[in-house]
């Protein structure tokens, strides 16, 4: 017998799993848990709080610039790179280890051990609510087993265990939660439109998009949600423009959470909008799709191949679920396209796809689906062992990432091959570095 809350119990299983590797790895003691896009991140809250300065006076002359990586504007004034949504999500927790740091005699300056404790704690807790929410989305659709497997596979056996321990403080843990959340809050929406939920809706989607602007394509879930042919389309048409207060205000709340972010960028640079990546841009008639989903050096499939079950479950989804059809699949080909086009496709020195980990709450349905035909097919021992065998594999390349045995952009066939499931560092002369100048420029490097 299957026991009722046996999703439950997979939750419970993924935090214990998590809070163990969290201990385990004690990234929050390393001198540099607040590193890379991080920096800039979390730069808001340190430069507010603690140095009550929020042009970034205090790092002239290279003072307090390894941990704020300033940048100058075009007027000259130093600037965060990054917008606020991290900060704002990292706060309470930030306010946490700050207290800690004042009980314990530790520096309370924002990045000593209390606060790297409680943000990476934070990571973790913030991922626990994303898969309770994906239990409840699942659950609308899925019997209690498959709910359970899904969530297990997700959290066990894609790289966001990765940046959920790891690499927490990036922003894709988070995003997978906010992702979670947007998705129930979506289909509630469109089962009853009310001013809470719509204001929750827009106040989410627009976290989403302050935290990385890209992740603005998550509209097309909220558009697309319930659109599978053209009755629907017409039907989807006259339910938005009887519900158009509620979009207005869904696009108010939206507002609502950038105009922290506008008033500073003004405040800064004087102008509303500024684009602060400068040289770094898409290159959308050059996109890497090949090479992002399936290259050595940082191919989504590759590292993370549990997620072709995802891809294969959308086949089902029009006769099983056809509300999510279209939604599902034009959002995977435009977030392919787009996110691959960027002129850094590998994404810097992180295990996998990071970006990917975004829409797992999304691809979570159609990876459901897939569990569910999986179990009424007579391949499904050599399918359980399969997945079980992607977890583990998941699982060991983590700690090969976290040891250097793969490399975090220079992998090839043969490095790869050298290393696979073998406690063996690669040789150097295997590798192929990108071209980053190249890359700045669109140009491939092939």
């Known amino acids: ?34 590193d890379q896009d991080v920096i800039f991140y979390y730069s808001y809250l340190p430069a507010i709080f603690i140095h009550h300065d929020i042009k970034l006076t205090f790092t002239d002359g290279g003072k307090e610039g390894n941990h704020f990586w300033p940048e100058k504007a075009p007027n000259g004034n130093t600037i965060i790179k990054m917008t606020c949504g991290m900060s704002i999500l990292y706060s309470p927790f ?36 994303g898969f309770i929410f994906l239990r409840k989305i699942l659950l609308l659709y899925f019997e209690e087993k498959i709910v359970a497997l899904t969530l297990l596979t997700l959290g066990l056996g894609t790289n966001l265990f990765y940046q959920s321990t790891l690499e927490a403080l990036l922003t894709h843990a988070y995003t997978f939660t906010l992702g979670a959340i947007f998705l129930f809050l979506t289909i509630k929406w469109h089962n009853k439109p009310t001013v809470i939920k719509s204001i929750l809706i827009g106040l989410i989607g627009g976290l989403i998009v302050l935290i990385r602007p890209v992740n603005v394509l998550v509209v097309l879930v909220f558009i697309l949600y319930q659109i599978y042919n053209s009755a629907s389309l017409k039907n989807k048409v006259i339910f938005f423009k009887n519900n158009f207060h509620y979009l207005l205000l869904i696009l108010s709340a939206s507002f609502l959470m950038f105009v922290p972010q506008l008033l500073y960028w003004h405040y800064i640079t004087g102008n509303w909008v500024y684009y602060s990546y400068q040289k770094e841009s898409f290159f959308f008639s050059n996109p890497h799709i090949a090479e992002g989903l399936f290259s050595y050096r940082k191919g989504w499939l590759l590292y993370t191949p549990v997620m072709s079950f995802s891809i294969l479950g ?16 034009i959002l995977f080909i435009v977030t392919v396209y787009v996110t691959f086009s960027w002129w850094c496709w590998w994404y810097g020195g992180t295990f996998s796809q990071r970006t990917m980990v975004d829409f797992y709450p999304y691809l979570s349905i159609s990876l459901a689906l897939f569990f569910k035909k999986l179990l009424e097919s007579k391949f499904l021992v050599p399918g359980l062992c399969l997945t079980a065998f992607f977890i583990f594999l998941n699982i060991y390349q983590t700690y090969q990432f976290k040891k250097s045995q793969i490399h975090w952009e220079a992998m090839t066939q043969k490095a790869y091959w050298d290393v696979f499931i073998r406690d063996k560092r690669w040789n150097p002369y295997d590798l192929k570095k990108p071209d980053v100048a190249n890359a700045y420029k669109g140009i491939d490097e092939y």
């Open 1 to 34: 017998m299957i026991p009722k809350k046996l999703s439950s119990v997979a939750i419970i299983i993924i935090s214990i799993f998590f809070l163990w590797k969290f201990l385990e790895f004690k990234r929050f003691k390393q001198t540099n848990f607040i």
């Open 314 to 329: 959308m086949l089902f989804l029009k006769k099983n679920i056809p509300e999510y059809f279209y939604t599902l699949i």
């Open 94 to 129: 930030f306010f946490i280890g700050h207290g800690l740091a004042q009980l314990l005699g530790y520096e309370t300056n924002g990045y000593s051990i209390p606060y790297g404790f409680a943000l990476y704690l934070g990571t973790i807790i913030y991922v626990i609510i």
